[in-house]
């Protein structure tokens, strides 16, 4: 295979994704109405539990909108990585994945490539609904906007990475809406998203543990300190080592030959 066959194949990867999402409004407002909620309504009433603390990255006192903009930010890609493994499962129910996999390219490859789409839309939501808080008067510094593009596609890629894993093992579009809520609320609340590792401590010590070892939270803590213009080397080593693992995983529970899809009659090699 030529390296153009390789370049092909991703630009039609990402331009099918990318029709699909301008086609699908509704995939685009629902990724976005659950971050602005809690922004704009729950922000509201629990803005005094942070309103005088000072929390790293931030340098001075704070408040609580602020604080849990980057943890919003992490729920759009969460959401959007839930909403791309759904569309896995339709397709390959539909028969448009089976196509996709039985092409000459490596199935890792067709995988990252898919994956590659996802986080396009993912960085696409997360910039406007930063716009959105922009207007609302919750701004970042504005090299911040930019600082924060990396940790915005590392952290994508590697939820995005578990909804690929996820639609792995799913056999039933049916089954997913059930997996999602499983997955989707305890990663979230269980993390930094909307109280620092330290309030977490001061209620339990086994949710700060727990909180510790979620994925969602490096990711969280990642997006917080690049939007300030600081890098969190700790958070970015956690991402990456979960999106490789989860990666890896997700490929082989694609390979018919050692994964699910060999369960689930997928297609073969």
């Not at 930019?146 to 995005?160: Q, T």
């Not at 309030?199 to 939270?217: G, R």
């Not at 989860?246 to 073969?268: D, T, V, W």
């Amino acid at each position: 295979m030529r390296f153009m066959h390789y370049l092909r194949a991703l630009r039609g990867v990402m331009t099918r994704e990318l029709f699909r999402f301008v086609h699908q409004r509704e995939r685009f407002i629902s990724a976005l109405v659950r971050p602005l909620m809690w922004l704009f309504i729950f922000a509201a009433g629990f803005r005094s539990t942070l309103g005088v603390a000072i929390i790293p990255p931030y340098e001075t006192y704070i408040l609580y909108e602020v604080y849990i903009t980057p943890g919003l930010l992490g729920m759009v890609q969460l959401f959007n990585g839930m909403q791309s493994s759904l569309s896995m499962v339709y397709d390959r129910e539909m028969g448009s994945m089976k196509i996709l996999l039985v092409s000459p390219l490596p199935r890792g490859y067709l995988l990252t490539s898919k994956l590659l789409a996802g986080v396009l839309v993912s960085v696409l939501q997360a910039y406007v609904f930063l716009g959105i808080a922009y207007a609302y008067g919750i701004e970042a510094p504005p090299m911040g906007y930019l600082d924060v593009l990396p940790a915005l596609v590392l952290s994508g890629l590697m939820l995005g990475a578990l909804g690929l894993l996820l639609s792995s093992f799913i056999k039933q579009l049916e089954n997913f809406a059930g997996v999602m809520n499983f997955v989707i609320f305890p990663m979230f609340f269980l993390s930094t998203a909307l109280y620092p590792l330290w309030k977490i401590q001061e209620s339990s010590e086994l949710l700060y543990t727990l909180a510790q070892y979620n994925p969602f939270t490096h990711a969280v803590e990642l997006i917080r300190f690049a939007l300030y213009g600081q890098f969190n080397r700790d958070a970015c080593i956690a991402t990456a080592t979960a999106l490789l693992v989860f990666l890896i995983l997700a490929i082989i529970g694609y390979n018919p030959s050692r994964g699910m899809m060999q369960r689930k009659g997928g297609p073969s090699q």
